[in-house]
């Protein structure tokens, strides 16, 4: 899965999980097992950390 295909993904997560309805998500800091995101809305920035 490309990182393009793998960001819809949490930008579509997002809204069903949390109510978070992202202007905005792109990758986050490398260097863990896990893949960060970050999403931004129109009033704050949320960090997400989940593994896909």
Known sequence: MSAESETMV???ILPLL???T???VSQGPAGTATRNYLASTSTAAVGSRRPL
């Open 18 to 20: 949390y109510r978070i």
């Open 22 to 24: 992202p202007a905005e």
């Open 10 to 12: 949490v930008a579509g």
